[in-house]
């Protein structure tokens, strides 16, 4: 496709499931970034893969959040036993740049709502 | 550390007037500066970027932004606002240094272009 895909575009979830995001990013890329991003705030860092390896998770709020992107390509987020902390916009965003020059283009995100 | 501080949590301009959209950042060495806006529902879509070379770089949309290291700003300007210019912006800085691969983000400045 010609932009970062990400599915589903809204989730609700009952607090104490598990959840997990999917991230097409563009064609390509080698980088591959997740974002979370609350209510009236700015996107916040949560990890970032280049190709297949997770170079940087310091940004996960806890262990139930886990990422992988085990083919360099699609990515997936998952968040074990939510709390309605988690409710957010779940963003990806993919990069033709290892050095981060060239930009992050984002994906729409993905609503969820932790009841 | 990494930081971006965009001061102004609402900007209102009159539709045709220019329009400043401030932001100022913190980062150790060289740094990578973005523009991103967001509209409702949407993701983050890029404007525009510094990385080198001329202070004044242009990107979509008519905007453009000038890079003043002293003062550690990137500011987003617009010589005749529209009232579809009216969305929220992310200013985002990513250290040039390798090892380094986060964008931090700005917690965003509304604009409001009046008719």
């Known amino acids: 496709g010609a932009g970062v895909s990400q599915s589903p575009r809204y989730k609700v979830a009952k607090r104490g499931q598990d959840v997990a995001l999917r991230c097409d990013p563009i064609s390509g890329h080698v980088s591959l970034f997740w974002y979370q991003q609350a209510l009236g705030q700015g996107p916040e860092f949560l990890t970032y893969?280049?190709?297949?390896?997770?170079?940087?998770k310091s940004g996960l709020p806890s262990d139930r959040f886990f990422a992988e992107r085990p083919e360099g390509s699609v990515s997936t987020l998952k968040i074990q036993r939510t709390q309605q902390e988690d409710s957010a916009v779940y963003l990806c965003a993919s990069s033709p740049s290892l050095a981060g020059a060239r930009g992050a283009y984002f994906g729409a995100g993905t609503r969820l709502s932790v009841l | 550390a990494q930081s971006v501080a965009q001061p102004e949590d609402q900007v209102n301009v009159a539709e045709g007037n220019p329009l400043t959209v401030k932001c100022t950042y913190s980062v150790s060495g060289n740094p990578y500066l973005f523009w991103y806006v967001q509209y409702p529902n949407r993701g983050l879509q890029f404007l525009l970027k510094y990385i080198t070379g001329d202070n004044l770089v242009k990107g979509s949309y008519g905007f453009e932004a000038e890079f003043n290291k002293s003062q550690t700003s990137f500011h987003l300007k617009k010589p005749s606002a529209l009232v579809s210019d009216s969305a929220l912006y992310f200013c985002?800085?990513?250290?040039?240094?390798?090892?380094?691969?986060?964008?931090?983000f700005g917690t965003g400045t509304r604009l409001k272009v009046l008719a």
């Open positions: 893969f280049q190709n297949e390896a997770q170079l940087d």
């Open positions: 985002a800085v990513r250290a040039a240094s390798s090892g380094t691969y986060k964008y931090i």
